[in-house]
DNA sequence: GGATAACGCGAGCGATCACTCGTGTTTGCC
DNA sequence: GGCAAACACGAGTGATCGCTCGCGTTATCC
């Protein structure tokens, strides 16, 4: 979670406890500060097309004081990306409950999609950071490592659910459809502005993922009825 | 469409035919290669990681042919970009007929997502080069016409056949997200490897898409009704 | 208040990249 | 065959970028 990569010790004494580096409230506050500008600029012009001294200028500061606290623009990112990923994954924890997991059909596609739109609006740089091609391989692993979890909570969420039950490889394709259809749908949720737009947005990814879901649940009926606006 | 930025003529004289630059075939074929090269490249890496040295190199020429053809790294991407767009208006443009827009939901679904599936997975580097957020702004530009064009299509069309008719802004969010759910899915089919896998995606996304348009279209069976694989 | 170390700076260094240029080779045309 | 122009080359050039280093400032601990 910290900037552990960051050790100045090279030598080969201190086995044990490398070094701790006590921080000061000042260096931290620094340290988030930079990963505000890099969230920034990576969100605006790419991880490879955005340049250090570029985020060291978006932050106010010297690129002399953005390398005291990461070691190479690839920390940077990384450490923002692991940061990004905690928040997701502390937020997801949150959705697969067991209460959760039992609840009609709408409601439940209201308890898990809502946080994950939620995050990806406030944290535009999450998926600017997470599908870009020409990311460090570092990040595109943890997103991988965090694909795979997520994907398979949905899998066990439908698996549990699916009347009548399917296939283990149905089961897969209907997993990673609605997975990846949620995403489309995201993608223009999150380029909507934000107000009316962007909640009717909401509400039309809910129609579609409640009708593709419906048969699956073995509740037909929904898959035509409207979801009563809250 | 073809490399006309490429202009030596920078002299005030002839203003009419601007240095016709009889180009060899050996020249058009150079070109062709340039590109090829270049859409892998751009593909595997994104357009701000790729060096132009990195393209001369993958189509076995040297830097100096490369910039004989192409006045910048920009223009290569513009001419590659140019070239898919120019091709994907090409399929889509036989898409929306007369003849297709009065079939039955299953097959206009087939007759819309096959032919635009088949492009992506035949062409990756379109989807590489117009979801990047480092590519030239001229290609964002063409993006923006092509996809508010297709957007257009789908609007016309979902209108002509939506029973009950509509209003303009519930038009405008089911057209919207019928085709970003459809470039989710998209980019599943597109990662999945060629064979049974991708076909059973492919299916699976038009599931997805008849049982969201179903109500729409004023088909409420067709929502639980299973396609037939053909 | 003094010692120590974290913090902060910005000019500058080496590497890399987009791009050029001088020269030699191949092609099309008479 | 001979000439002009398109084609091909690759070492080299200026600019940019990631990153460093030396020095001055501020906070912490006794």
Redesign the pocket.
């Known amino acids: 979670m910290f900037v552990n990569a960051y050790r100045e010790g090279l030598g080969t004494d201190m086995p044990e406890h490398p070094a701790p580096?006590?921080?000061?409230?000042?260096?931290e506050r620094?340290i988030s500060q930079l990963l505000q500008a890099a969230a920034d600029v990576f969100c605006a012009n790419g991880y490879t097309a955005?340049?250090?001294?570029a985020i060291a200028r978006e932050a106010r500061?010297?690129?002399?004081?953005l390398?005291?606290y990461f070691?190479?623009?690839?920390a940077i990112a990384i450490e923002l990306g692991g940061r990004l990923i905690h928040q997701m994954r502390e937020a997801h924890g949150q959705v697969f409950t067991p209460a959760n997991m039992a609840l009609p059909l709408p409601e439940l596609v209201d308890a898990v999609l809502d946080p994950m739109i939620e995050f990806n609006c406030s944290n535009p740089a999450f998926l600017a950071l997470m599908h870009g091609s020409d990311v460090p391989g570092r990040i595109a692993e943890e997103h991988d490592e965090l694909h795979a979890s997520l994907l398979g909570q949905v899998r066990a969420l439908i698996g549990a659910r699916a009347v009548p039950a399917p296939s283990a490889e149905e089961l897969d394709r209907i997993a990673d459809m609605a997975f990846a259809v949620f995403k489309g749908g995201l993608a223009l949720i999150v380029a909507a502005p934000e107000g009316p737009t962007r909640g009717a947005a909401v509400a039309e990814l809910k129609k579609v993922m409640l009708r593709y879901l419906a048969p699956v649940f073995g509740e037909p009926e929904a898959a035509v009825t409207t979801t009563p606006t809250r």
Chains 1, 2 share one sequence.
Do not use: F, I, L, W
């Not at 580096?21 to 260096?27: F, I, L, T, V």
């Not at 500061?61 to 004081?65: A, F």
């Not at 070691?71 to 690839?74: G, Q, R, S, Y």
């Open positions: 580096r006590r921080r000061q409230a000042r260096g620094r955005t340049s250090t001294n500061v010297s690129p002399g004081t390398y005291q070691p190479n623009k690839e």
